[in-house]
């Protein structure tokens, strides 16, 4: 009496690094120059769809993603008070894009937001070429978990709620 038994799925090891120490030492080199292009690439393809009007969803988060790894790099550096001005500005001008787009119901950007962001993005430049590989991962991380955490400014339909953890003027 052989009942129906379920075939059993093949088994698929886990990939295993066996270069650990190579992957450790690696990562406190620079970024190589072809994964800074990329991460640049993407950052400023946005401002530039931003800049003509022709932004969508992805293009917004993939700037507020940048502001956020700049704010977290900044925060360790030891240009704190002059990069988080420039972040926090260029983090206002995003804001007011996505209460425009309530609004409105498209992505645009003011003049001075516009400068606001290209100042911003400017020292994301500046920044990916003086970090290591452990510290930018580590600042994405972080901008992560302070998403999860819920320590970001939201929008809302009657105005912005500027949180006092994103480190924006209340």
């Not at 996505?98 to 001075?112: A, H, W, Y």
Request: contains cysteine; hydrophobic residues 40%.
């Amino acid at each position: 009496m052989a009942g129906t038994k379920k075939p059993r799925r093949a088994h698929r090891p886990r990939e295993i690094r066996n270069d650990i120490p190579a992957m450790l030492f690696e990562s406190d080199q620079p970024l190589p120059d072809h994964q800074r292009a990329s991460i640049l690439i993407a950052a400023h393809a946005s401002v530039s769809a931003l800049a003509r009007g022709s932004a969508t969803k992805d293009d917004w988060h993939t700037i507020v993603n940048a502001m956020n790894a700049s704010q977290v790099l900044c925060e360790g550096a030891g240009n704190k008070e002059v990069g988080l001005t420039v972040i926090h500005a260029a983090q206002n001008a995003m804001i007011e894009v996505g209460e425009r787009c309530k609004q409105i119901g498209r992505l645009g950007v003011s003049g001075d937001g516009l400068r606001a962001i290209n100042e911003a993005m400017a020292l994301y430049e500046q920044l990916l070429e003086t970090v290591t590989k452990r510290q930018f991962t580590t600042a994405i991380k972080e901008a992560d978990r302070r998403i999860k955490a819920g320590n970001v400014v939201r929008l809302k339909r009657e105005g912005t709620r500027r949180m006092s953890a994103a480190g924006l003027a209340v």
